[in-house]
């Protein structure tokens, strides 16, 4: 029999791979570089030439935690560009199956991922030991957003059941009803995870950021909202690409953002708190206060205090519309493609997540744009590298190496550095 040999040079995958350069000279730091290597995927090529109603779920193979961000991300551009707006309990249902990618992404992170680095162990099953509480907390509150994720979405990894224009099919209330309990429990295991967050060891590293996030009058902006910045940002999503702008950098083949005219942003559940510290519900207000922050926060290393704030509002907000839907008579709003440009953008758990595609007359592709969070922080990260090393240089490779792990975890970069980072190369000249 002939022998055949398949080779798969570039894989697909959630995660890339990231390392550290850091060059000391004389004791300051000369160049700190964040290098990503992130393998060809070619998602916005392969979207070229397809159906407009096949962009949502391909997309959504580009991140298995939050595939949320790019289903509705890639359906509101789609719906923007054949002029079709989901309203009503279409709309509630899509803003609960968010909460549920909200609550298990933050809890994975939270508790798995980051809350090592604080109690000094290099990983959650080592953590897991001594601290075997705080690990089944994680783990059940990670359970709670991925059950709501299942029952709207047909499965908690990549979900099925969401298409352009809504759901292929939508649950009775009493389906949703089943989530009440133990929503209520992640409201109290939440609350307790903000006192607890708040009482962690953090270094003083206060840093100026231009925030950029979605902002909506009426409610904590996750699916809808305008862009807006604390440095005068203020556009539909369609003016994204006047005011952020990506550009090579010869060391990451992830493309960095920057901000026209300035420098790089900062995306994510900081960003959110700034901007939206108003529209927070009032007990998720109180849990932050408690937690010793004000409407302003700008310490990265206290993103986790506010990630416990956020899961806490997303519990309390999935509870909310689950008390205020009613089953709609379609699963779905017909629509029908037309040539034009659509845009679409939501709050993934690590940030804005862009999409713009252009469809002829058919409903085809034409172009496709697709900008996730951690590229667009990529040059914030390293520019808060630099700062904090700068403090530092006198530490040890390897305590230097463990506090510059946690200090680009805060922004919890959705490549391999979040579970495996760091190769770090010091050079001490």
Same mark, same amino acid.
């Given at each position: ?61 580009? !991140?298995?935690? !939050?595939?949320?961000? *790019? ?18 309990? %279409? ?29 000094? *162990? ?53 389906? %949703? ?77 992830? %493309? ?56 806490? *509002? ?14 709609? #008579? ?8 037309? +040539?034009?440009?659509?845009?679409? !953008? ?6 804005? !997540? ?9 409903? +085809? ?31 040890? #490779? ?28 010091? #050079?001490?000249?």
């Amino acid at each position: 029999m002939k022998s055949r040999t398949i080779k798969v040079d570039y894989l697909a995958r959630v995660e890339g791979e990231g390392s550290l350069h850091i060059k000391l000279k004389g004791g300051a730091v000369e160049d700190v570089r964040l290098e990503i290597f992130e393998p060809p995927r070619f998602f916005e090529a392969l979207l070229r030439g397809r159906d407009f109603t096949e962009a949502p779920d391909i997309t959504a193979r580009i !991140c298995g935690i !939050c595939p949320i961000a *790019y289903l509705l991300g890639a359906s509101r551009a789609m719906e923007d560009a054949c002029g079709v707006e989901v309203a009503g309990s %279409l709309d509630l249902l899509r803003r609960l199956i968010y909460c549920g990618e909200w609550i298990e992404s933050h809890a994975l992170h939270l508790f798995m991922l980051h809350a090592p680095d604080f109690l000094g *162990y290099q990983d959650a099953v080592r953590m897991a030991r001594d601290h075997p509480e705080l690990v089944q907390r994680g783990l059940r509150l990670k359970k709670v957003g991925n059950d709501i994720m299942a029952l709207l979405g047909g499965r908690e990894i990549h979900p099925i059941n969401l298409r352009v224009g809504g759901f292929f099919k939508v649950p009775e209330k009493s389906a %949703l009803k089943t989530l009440q309990e133990d929503l209520r429990w992640g409201l109290e295991a939440a609350r307790e995870t903000v006192r607890w967050a708040a009482a962690l060891p953090f270094p003083e590293f206060e840093q100026e950021y231009e925030f950029v996030a979605l902002r909506d009058e009426e409610e904590y902006a996750i699916v809808h909202g305008r862009l807006t910045s604390n440095q005068g940002i203020d556009c539909p999503v369609s003016g994204y690409d006047d005011h952020l702008v990506e550009e090579q950098v010869a060391h990451s083949t992830a %493309l960095q953002t920057v901000v026209a005219g300035r420098s790089g942003c900062a995306l994510g559940p900081l960003a959110r708190f700034n901007l939206n510290f108003d529209t927070l519900s009032p007990l998720a207000q109180e849990a932050a206060r408690e937690a010793g922050l004000g409407a302003t926060c700008r310490n990265p290393f206290q993103s986790i205090i506010v990630r416990g704030v956020e899961i806490l *509002y997303a519990c309390e907000e999935a509870l909310r519309l689950i008390d205020a839907y009613e089953r709609p #008579d379609a699963p779905a709003v017909p629509v029908e493609p037309r +040539a034009g440009t659509g845009y679409g !953008c939501t709050e993934a758990p690590r940030g804005i !997540c862009y999409h713009r595609y252009t469809l002829d007359e058919s409903g +085809a592709i034409t172009d496709a744009k697709i900008v996730a969070p951690t590229a667009v922080n990529q040059k914030t990260i390293e520019r808060d590298l630099r700062r904090f090393v700068s403090d530092r240089v006198d530490l040890p #490779d390897e305590e230097l190496r463990w506090q510059c792990e946690q200090a680009v975890r805060n922004y919890d970069p959705c490549i391999s550095c979040s579970a495996h980072f760091l190769d770090l190369q010091v #050079d001490r000249s």
